[in-house]
């Protein structure tokens, strides 16, 4: 195929569709797709139950949905359970204690390997280790640590003893990270001294440090010695100092279905993240299926799913999922391009991957860096690839078939949020494909494109992707703000629907093609920041008085962030403000706010209730219609 073709192929990509290899829909876990849809739809509860019997549980439900409380769904009320039993427990009762759940490779190429029966002895020595320091069942812990096996090893243990969890992606910086441990009260903090990345080590106890300092009710920080940096052990304690002598028999705890689970914050709409709340029963009950059916896990499977355990991509589908589904996950540590272009393939073909799942940014970079590179590697071993996290263009979407897949291997272009839990609108390996479209509904989830008004739009127009049926893996509530759970996902657009915050079309195979965001949550290289986050991070900065932060179109990163900065009185905007400016956005978020350029303003377009149009200054930026500007005071 030459390069005019594939582009050709690309522009008319709504019309053509791939159908899966005969070989691979045949031998699907999921039996039929059409006849599952139809299931899902007609028996929603029973769809669901039948799922949740693959699980063992330690009392059996009353109810599977209980929707007395709307939009305060729950699921599986009265059972017992525990998602860690699920995870790690009763595998060793089975030939699987000495299957490989968890190969991790470091930057520098050194790779760690551990059996179901080892992860789950390091997982009750840790569960112990937290016992020891206090940590009881509805306790939270923080866990700020790089794509290592410690992560998931302090994830489960806090989960085994009923603690609950609440992992801020290590890549966010000081200010990022303050917030989050102090909205969840965290007690205890388990983070790592530093990571490697880019052939250089990472201090990562230092933004640890500086958060910590302002957070009183931390009584303890656990460093995982990774990095070999020397750092600071004032209050702290070394993970492996603590694991020796901890002893590896740990009782798992009875929960209650609707327990909490973990906390995840993410990026609305105002400068302060929601924590978003999951729980055991149906959590676990979603992320399986969606992992059995989607990515069709076989027992000689060895799947990697290259996000980073910070993100809910990596709790559900690095961690949690994986190890219910029993497979082999792996966790790379490194850059992806590091030493060289070739590395993710070079990874794939060393550790015989067959299940390959990363972003549209990520596709991107490495089309970029061109053909060769995973030409190189003998990347046959793939037998699925998959695609989340934004949407996939469908120049990226062919390169990806092509060149990594070989034309064998179906993509699962999967839709979902770190609300959602687990997989909403996606392909399964019997659904005809087209690329750039999350293709349909997973069984048991129904969705709608809507208007302001919640009445259902035409085929082709878009408008609010919305979810019209509750499922087990969704959000319960947003961690101390029951009323902005509601605000933020039903009550925005009448109707009782749960509103993505996503705008979407659907074409007329009933195929949704999912556009980007409605609100002001941008997507930078696949990672969900708001612009008041953004914003709120420049006015902490003694020049600013106030900011205002757009998405601008970015060709591989899908976006990056623009800043329109009024300065305060006495201040100039220079060239070495903006790099000043620069350099504090990034020290409170990290580095991966990025803000490509920054323009000094006297004033901003607002609303005479003083909200800022960011809509406007994006439509100026960008050339575009500034739409209806009536709201607009100056
Ligand atoms: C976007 C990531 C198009 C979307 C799992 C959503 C996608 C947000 C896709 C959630 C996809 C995720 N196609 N857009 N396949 N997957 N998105 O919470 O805007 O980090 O609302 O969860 O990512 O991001 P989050």
């Known amino acids: 195929m030459t390069e005019e073709t594939i582009k050709t192929e690309a522009l008319m990509s709504e019309k053509r569709v791939f159908n899966p290899p005969k070989k691979i829909a045949e031998n699907a876990n999921i039996v039929d797709w059409e006849a599952a849809l139809k299931r899902g739809e007609e028996d929603l509860e029973g769809f669901w139950e039948d799922a949740a019997k693959e699980l063992e549980w330690f009392g059996k439900w009353d109810k599977v949905l209980d929707d007395s409380g709307k939009p305060f769904y729950k699921w599986f009320t009265g059972a017992k359970c525990n998602i860690v039993h699920n995870a790690l427990d009763r595998h060793i009762k089975t030939p699987l204690k000495g299957k490989v759940a968890i190969i991790a490779e470091a930057e520098d190429g050194k790779v760690r390997k551990f059996t179901y029966a080892q992860l789950h002895k390091e997982v009750c020595k840790f569960a112990n ?34 603690a609950i969890h609440s992992v801020v992606f290590a890549g966010y910086g000081e200010g990022a990270l303050k917030i989050r441990i102090e909205d969840a009260e965290a007690k205890i903090i388990v983070c790592a001294d530093g990571v490697g990345r880019g052939g250089k080590k990472i201090n990562l106890k230092d933004t640890v440090d500086k958060a910590v300092a302002q957070c009183p009710a931390i009584k303890k920080t656990i ?66 299926r969606t992992l059995r059916w989607v990515f069709d896990i076989k027992p000689q499977d060895i799947f990697w799913c290259a996000a980073d355990p910070g993100w809910v991509t990596g709790h559900s589908y690095i961690v949690y999922g994986p190890l219910l589904a029993g497979t082999t996950t792996l966790m790379y540590e490194g850059h992806p391009t590091y030493p060289d272009p070739g590395r993710m393939w070079d990874i794939i073909e060393r550790h015989s991957v067959t299940i390959l799942y990363t972003a549209p940014t990520m596709i991107r970079m490495l089309m970029g860096l061109g053909d060769e590179w995973p030409k190189k590697h003998d990347l046959n071993t793939l037998r699925l690839l998959g695609s989340v996290g934004e949407p996939i263009n469908p120049e990226a979407w062919m390169w990806y078939y092509k ?26 390996p019997q659904t005809p494909l087209k690329p750039g479209s999350a293709t349909k509904p997973f069984p048991g989830v129904q969705a709608k494109i809507v208007d302001n008004d919640g009445k259902e739009v035409e085929t082709g127009k878009g408008g609010h992707l919305a979810i019209t049926t509750p499922w087990p893996a969704m959000l319960r509530t947003v ?10 996902y039903w009550q925005e657009v009448p109707g009782g629907m749960y509103i993505s915050g ?69 201040f100039a905007g220079n060239a070495e403000l903006v790099e000043d400016l620069k350099k504090h ?44 500007t009536s709201a607009l005071v100056d």
């Not at 990594?404 to 839709?415: A, F, K, L, N």
């Not at 961690?479 to 933020?488: D, S, W």
């Not at 991966?592 to 800022?612: E, H, M």
Request: with cysteine.
């Open 403 to 428: 060149n990594v897949g070989g034309e064998r291997c179906p993509i699962m272009d999967t839709w979902w949020q770190t609300e959602t839990g687990m997989f909403m609108l996606t392909p399964t």
């Open 585 to 628: 956005v990034r020290k409170e978020l990290g580095p991966l706010a990025i803000i490509d350029s920054i323009k000094f303003v006297g004033s901003l377009p607002k609303t005479r209730s003083g909200k800022i149009m960011r809509r406007v200054l994006k439509a100026r930026e960008l050339g575009l219609d500034e739409g209806d």
């Open 502 to 570: 996503d705008i979407a079309r659907k074409d007329e195979d009933g195929y949704f093609w999912v556009q980007g965001r409605s609100d002001d949550v941008l997507k930078i290289a696949g990672h969900r920041i708001g612009t008041a986050e953004i914003e709120s991070a420049f006015v902490s900065h003694k020049a600013v008085a106030e900011a205002a932060v757009i998405g601008i179109p970015d060709e591989v990163k899908g976006e990056t962030g623009k800043a329109f900065v009024i300065l305060k009185k006495g």
């Open 223 to 288: 460093v995982v010695k990774n990095a070999g940096l020397d750092v600071d052990m004032a209050n702290c304690a070394w993970y492996h100092e603590l694991m020796e002598t901890a002893s590896d028999k740990c009782e798992t705890e009875r929960m209650d279905s609707e327990d909490i689970l973990y906390i995840l914050y993410t990026s609305g709409t105002t400068g302060k993240p929601k924590g978003v709340i999951h729980v055991h029963g149906g959590y676990m009950v979603g992320v399986n």
């Open 479 to 488: 961690y101390k703000n029951p009323e902005r759970y509601k605000k933020t």
């Open 129 to 162: 280790v937290l016992k020891s320091l206090g940590i009881k069942k509805g306790d939270r812990v923080a866990i700020y640590m790089p794509n290592i096996p410690e992560i998931a090893i302090a994830m489960l243990a806090t989960v085994k003893i009923g």
